[in-house]
């Protein structure tokens, strides 16, 4: 298969588990006291446009008693110890691998979603594997992000003396999850592990994750009024970040900008494109198949894909090495085994394909100018990989990051430093300059520095993925305790 002409191999191709779900799930709210079904629900679609699942809609009324409650005092789990959270959190992670929760073992889960999200089987069940591991790493995590000369409690400080207690800066913490990775729902746990209490509002992409780890918490001991699931329209979600303590926001830039602005008096921590760059000084060659991995891994729309590749040596002969080796990416339905591309209904892959050919502009086409969309004739296609070739390094391409692999490669010049490299969740970086590696290191734009020995999307349990959320969270208070009690 050449470069400049991927074929469409996966039409008429469906997975091995042909069934899908006869009758529809009802998915309910998990509220404070028990599951709650309203009038008004969702339809989850998977990418062909069948029904799966309705989901419920909690009205703005409901959102708004729910979360005046919570902050009215701290949760059960507030008053645990970390190692008792800890004992939880463990057996949580267990559930959320191995139990039937809500009427779905783990291997239907795992289909339903890659159904719904597009996102290939064998990357939402890594996905899956990310949370659980999150999950019995959230402890170890939170102790990671401690400031050494904070205490845990009060009761850490001997009586008579002063030190800093590492205390929560709220009670309630909302999340206004995404549906592009199932892996999202790793980056909340730490707060859960903190004593939080937290609010989910699933994506209507992929509520599926978000119910299934509510559902593996509560079995594991977590009160109902700890951890809760909350789906609800957009209007409904203002007040979901209106009326918790701290929020987490997951989106592009529009959902990004319109919640950090803090028009809704609440913190908000955005986790918006990652725009991850890649940057390779001297030769090329022995770093392409990281490269590859990097853009199209995990299914190629992760946040945390490589979107930018600049290149020092040659950037037009690497391109079509990179068109080349991304083109025999086999396009298959989501549910299929072998799948390693996204998939979307036939109507929202065409939009992509016309918007990608709209923001290309003058880029020379390397890969997709005859097309992205392999349409199934179901009502769904994959979307095939892409490959541009542009002209500067600052090109506005650079920072364009599309749901499936899709790569800008720029020529780089060490004139121009970390410039092009700035504001990017990931930067990637392959070199033997030791000045220009701490550069980017320094860059407080650049959240993230890998040297090019493992993909952009790395990411063990442990590692910051946009700082410890625990910073968020948390705030160092000093305390003097009285020489008697306290």
């Given at each position: 298969m050449s470069a400049s002409s991927a074929t469409c191999a996966g039409a008429g191709v469906t997975g091995k588990d042909e069934a899908r779900v006869a009758t529809p799930l009802m998915i309910d709210a998990l509220g404070p006291d028990k599951p709650y079904r309203?009038?008004?629900?969702?339809?989850?679609?998977?990418?062909?446009g069948q029904n799966v699942a309705e989901l419920t809609h909690v009205p703005a009324l409901y959102m708004a008693r729910t979360l005046d409650r919570l902050r009215s005092e701290s949760g059960v789990a507030a008053t645990l110890t970390l190692a008792e959270r800890d004992k939880l959190l463990q057996q949580a992670a267990l559930n959320f691998e191995t139990a039937r929760l809500g009427g779905i073992g783990p291997e239907?889960?795992?289909?339903?979603?890659?159904?719904?999200?597009?996102?290939?089987?064998?990357?939402?069940?890594?996905?899956?594997?990310?949370?659980?591991?999150?999950?019995?790493?959230?402890?170890?995590?939170?102790?990671?992000?401690?400031?050494?000369?904070?205490?845990?409690?009060?009761?850490?400080?001997a009586p008579g003396s002063a030190a800093a207690v590492w205390r929560r800066r709220g009670r309630v913490l909302g999340v206004n999850a995404s549906g592009n990775h199932p892996a999202v729902h790793s980056l909340w746990l730490e707060a859960l592990a903190l004593g939080y209490r937290v609010v989910v509002r699933p994506s209507h992409r992929d509520p599926?994750?978000?119910?299934?780890?509510?559902?593996?918490?509560?079995?594991?001991?977590?009160?109902?009024?700890?951890?809760?699931?909350?789906?609800?329209?957009?209007?409904?979600?203002?007040?979901?970040?209106?009326?918790?303590?701290?929020a987490i926001v997951f989106g592009g830039d529009a959902v990004v900008s319109r919640y950090a602005g803090g028009w809704l008096n609440t913190p908000v921590l955005p986790q918006g494109p990652g725009r991850v760059k890649v940057l390779i000084t001297g030769r090329w060659e022995p770093f392409l198949d990281l490269v590859v991995e990097s853009v199209s891994g995990i299914g190629g729309a992760s946040c945390l894909n490589a979107t930018g590749v600049l290149i020092e040596q040659n950037a037009p002969e690497f391109a079509e090495a990179l068109a080349d080796r991304l083109s025999h990416l086999r396009p298959l339905p989501p549910d299929h085994e072998m799948a390693e591309?996204?998939?979307?209904?036939?109507?929202?892959?065409?939009?992509?394909?016309?918007?990608?050919?709209?923001?290309?502009?003058?880029?020379?086409?390397?890969?997709?100018?005859?097309?992205?969309?392999?349409?199934?004739?179901?009502?769904?296609?994959?979307?095939l990989p892409a490959v541009h070739l542009v002209d500067s390094a600052t090109a506005e391409q650079m920072a364009l990051e599309l749901p499936f692999p899709c790569a800008w490669v720029a020529p780089w010049s060490r004139s121009l430093g970390t410039l092009p490299l700035r504001d990017s969740l990931v930067v990637g970086v392959a070199t033997d300059d030791d000045a220009l590696f701490a550069a980017l290191v320094e860059e407080p734009s650049i959240r993230n520095v890998y040297a090019l020995d493992r993909p952009t999307w790395w990411l063990p349990p442990g590692i910051p993925h946009d700082g410890f959320l625990a910073e968020f969270l948390m705030r160092s208070a000093a305390v003097a305790r009285p020489h008697k009690g306290g």
């Amino acid at each position: 298969m050449s470069a400049s002409s991927a074929t469409c191999a996966g039409a008429g191709v469906t997975g091995k588990d042909e069934a899908r779900v006869a009758t529809p799930l009802m998915i309910d709210a998990l509220g404070p006291d028990k599951p709650y079904r309203s009038r008004k629900r969702g339809l989850i679609c998977d990418v062909s446009g069948q029904n799966v699942a309705e989901l419920t809609h909690v009205p703005a009324l409901y959102m708004a008693r729910t979360l005046d409650r919570l902050r009215s005092e701290s949760g059960v789990a507030a008053t645990l110890t970390l190692a008792e959270r800890d004992k939880l959190l463990q057996q949580a992670a267990l559930n959320f691998e191995t139990a039937r929760l809500g009427g779905i073992g783990p291997e239907e889960h795992h289909r339903l979603v890659a159904l719904t999200s597009g996102l290939p089987v064998s990357v939402v069940r890594a996905g899956a594997a990310t949370v659980a591991d999150a999950c019995r790493g959230a402890v170890k995590t939170v102790e990671s992000a401690r400031p050494q000369a904070s205490v845990l409690t009060r009761l850490d400080i001997a009586p008579g003396s002063a030190a800093a207690v590492w205390r929560r800066r709220g009670r309630v913490l909302g999340v206004n999850a995404s549906g592009n990775h199932p892996a999202v729902h790793s980056l909340w746990l730490e707060a859960l592990a903190l004593g939080y209490r937290v609010v989910v509002r699933p994506s209507h992409r992929d509520p599926l994750t978000a119910y299934r780890l509510v559902l593996a918490l509560r079995a594991a001991g977590f009160a109902d009024d700890d951890v809760l699931f909350l789906p609800c329209d957009y209007g409904v979600a203002d007040e979901l970040v209106r009326g918790v303590d701290l929020a987490i926001v997951f989106g592009g830039d529009a959902v990004v900008s319109r919640y950090a602005g803090g028009w809704l008096n609440t913190p908000v921590l955005p986790q918006g494109p990652g725009r991850v760059k890649v940057l390779i000084t001297g030769r090329w060659e022995p770093f392409l198949d990281l490269v590859v991995e990097s853009v199209s891994g995990i299914g190629g729309a992760s946040c945390l894909n490589a979107t930018g590749v600049l290149i020092e040596q040659n950037a037009p002969e690497f391109a079509e090495a990179l068109a080349d080796r991304l083109s025999h990416l086999r396009p298959l339905p989501p549910d299929h085994e072998m799948a390693e591309l996204p998939c979307r209904p036939i109507a929202e892959a065409r939009t992509l394909e016309a918007f990608l050919r709209q923001r290309a502009g003058n880029a020379v086409s390397l890969l997709g100018h005859a097309g992205i969309v392999c349409d199934f004739g179901n009502g769904s296609a994959a979307l095939l990989p892409a490959v541009h070739l542009v002209d500067s390094a600052t090109a506005e391409q650079m920072a364009l990051e599309l749901p499936f692999p899709c790569a800008w490669v720029a020529p780089w010049s060490r004139s121009l430093g970390t410039l092009p490299l700035r504001d990017s969740l990931v930067v990637g970086v392959a070199t033997d300059d030791d000045a220009l590696f701490a550069a980017l290191v320094e860059e407080p734009s650049i959240r993230n520095v890998y040297a090019l020995d493992r993909p952009t999307w790395w990411l063990p349990p442990g590692i910051p993925h946009d700082g410890f959320l625990a910073e968020f969270l948390m705030r160092s208070a000093a305390v003097a305790r009285p020489h008697k009690g306290g």
